[in-house]
Nanobody
Framework: QVQLVESGGGLVQPGGSLRLSCAASGDTFSIGTMDWYRQAPGKQRELVATITSGGSTNYPSSVKGRFTISRDNAKNTMYLQMNSLKPEDTAVYYC?????????WGQGTQVTVSS
C-alpha cells in the first residue's frame, strides 16, 4: 500500500507562483511513474505533469513552460513548481502514483488563482 499526501496549495494572485508537494509513505519502493492531475469545478480531471522513476517528464501544452515537475526519491516526495499562474489554473490538484499492480491518489490540495 502507498499513501500520498499533498500540500502547498493556497490562494495566489495571477502571475504568482506556488510549489506543491506530494509526500509518499508505505511501500514507496514500488512506486514508478508519478503524475499531477487537476480538477476544476464542473470539469473533468486532467493530467498536468508526469515524471517517470528515471526522471523523464512530460507536460500538456496548457502548462508547458510554466510548470515543472520533480521528485526526490530519497525523501519520497514529488513536487510541482507552478509559475506565471493564471485564473484558469484554479483547481484541486491531485498527486497520483503507479506501482506494478495498482494506482494511488492523494486527497488533493486546492489552488486558487485570483486577484
Amino acid at each position: 500500500q502507498v499513501q500520498l499526501v499533498e500540500s502547498g496549495g493556497g490562494l495566489v494572485q495571477p502571475g504568482g507562483s506556488l510549489r506543491l508537494s506530494c509526500a509518499a509513505s508505505g511501500d514507496t519502493f514500488s512506486i514508478g511513474t508519478m503524475d499531477w492531475y487537476r480538477q476544476a469545478p464542473g470539469k473533468q480531471r486532467e493530467l498536468v505533469a508526469t515524471i517517470t522513476s528515471g526522471g523523464s517528464t512530460n507536460y500538456p501544452s496548457s502548462v508547458k513552460g510554466r510548470f515543472t515537475i520533480s521528485r526526490d526519491n530519497a525523501k519520497n516526495t514529488m513536487y510541482l513548481q507552478m509559475n506565471s499562474l493564471k485564473p484558469e489554473d484554479t483547481a484541486v490538484y491531485y498527486c497520483h502514483a503507479y506501482t506494478r499492480t495498482q494506482t494511488y491518489w492523494g486527497q488533493g490540495t486546492q489552488v486558487t488563482v485570483s486577484s
